[in-house]
């Protein structure tokens, strides 16, 4: 696929899930917060599923509008690569940073900062672990612009979930790891001519 095929695809793919959350939103709030409960409760082990929902659903539209850019953004550059890539990614950051906030939380937590925190994670590691210069420029680019998110993952503020940010970040970075582009394997050595007879 062309780069400008890998962009539309990219921006296709992540608008839409952009849109999928205003939609749940519009919803949530004809329905009086009744979606809110799709939230991560903490220490619920019927609550578990939720770490595939939570991501998705946000506490109003303020908290709706201000994880919208950054998602788009962040999502897009991680979406480039390929969309399979991006879905497993996405998948390993889910689980990892649902988990996280599951096991740490002191309360229901709901929001797309899990997943903008892995993306944010996620490029930083591939500029590390891949180390070609085109993903090492897009990880300095998204610490200039992004960088302090970063102190998104300490305790400051207690309606925000600082435990979603920091799990999320920490999958971003294992998914940057486990789907890293491995060099192909050597081509195996001809084997040595036999000795001539005598």
Known sequence: MTHGGRAVSAALVVLTLAAVMWALEIIDFAAGGALDTFGIQPRDVGDLPHIFTAPFMHGG???????????????????????????????????????????????????????????????????????RMVDIVIALLVVVFYGTLIFGVLPSDPGISWQGHLFGLIGGVIASWVLRRRDGARPAASPAPPPYGY
């Open 61 to 131: 539209f303020d908290h709706l509008m201000g994880n919208t850019v950054p998602f788009l953004v962040l999502g897009f550059l991680a979406a480039f690569r390929g969309i399979a890539k991006f879905f497993a990614m996405s998948l390993i950051v889910i689980v990892v940073g649902g988990l996280g906030v599951w096991f740490t939380s002191p309360g229901n937590t709901l929001g797309s900062s899990i997943l903008i925190f892995g993306f944010f994670g996620y490029l930083l590691g591939r500029g590390l672990f891949e180390r």
